[in-house]
Structure formats: structure tokens, C-alpha cells
């Protein structure tokens, strides 16, 4: 790998991602469920957010201790949309790792969606 490699030789192509207007609670079972640390939020095919693990100790902060469990507590209360951060920081697939790396730099990231930039 070089550099000035584009961003799409290094990336991984199978992304679990999870619906913005899912509820809530949906985020929970998929960290719970699948060995993720990042996961993106999509609205109709497009990446509107991302949530890491960091994001799930500011939920599990949210949650009431005891009684109702986790994922009906927040599918009763709202969406995956008002979990995220908006606009989520994104990069084109014909972008370079350099690139990516600086922008995951500058923006303190663990993880930065890789996005189709041309239509077919």
C-alpha cells in the first residue's frame, strides 16, 4: 500500500449498517450482536452518521438502571437519527489513504465511511 493508494483497495466492502429512522434501540442489538466497533447510519442509501463505541457509553448514560431492558427503554423514546452527529465526516472511494488519514486525523476518528462519489 502506498500513499497516493485510493481509499477502495484498502477498505472493507461488507459495512453492517443500520437505518436513521430505525428505532433507537436497533443500535444496541447491533453492537450486542455482531463484533463492530463502528457503525454507520444510512437514510435512504446515504451515510448521515456514524456511531462508535464511545457513542454507546453516552447512551448506556441515557438508560435507567434496572427495570425496562435497554432496547425497548430507547425504541420507546426515539430514533437512531437523534443519536448522531451531523454531517458525518465521509470520503470519496478515489480519494487517497493519505487523505484519509489526514482527515481522520484532523477530526480525532477511528473510522471514516467510504462513499461513491460518481453514479454508474
Do not use: C, W
Not at 497516493?4 to 453492517?16: G, S
Amino acid at each position: 500500500m502506498h500513499a497516493q493508494d485510493p481509499v477502495n483497495r484498502i477498505m472493507t466492502e461488507a459495512v453492517l449498517s443500520v437505518e436513521a429512522g430505525a428505532p433507537a434501540g436497533e443500535v444496541l442489538r447491533l453492537f450486542s450482536a455482531y463484533p463492530i466497533h463502528h457503525l454507520p447510519v444510512v437514510d435512504g442509501g446515504v451515510v448521515v452518521g456514524m456511531l462508535g463505541s464511545t457513542d454507546l457509553m453516552k447512551i448506556d448514560m441515557l438508560l435507567p438502571k434496572g427495570g425496562v431492558s435497554p432496547v425497548e427503554y430507547l425504541n420507546q423514546r426515539m430514533t437512531v437519527r437523534q443519536l448522531v452527529r451531523r454531517p458525518p465526516v465521509v470520503i470519496g472511494e478515489r480519494q487517497s489513504v493519505e487523505e484519509a488519514a489526514a482527515l481522520m486525523a484532523k477530526h480525532s476518528i477511528h473510522a471514516l465511511p467510504v462513499i461513491n462519489t460518481h453514479s454508474h
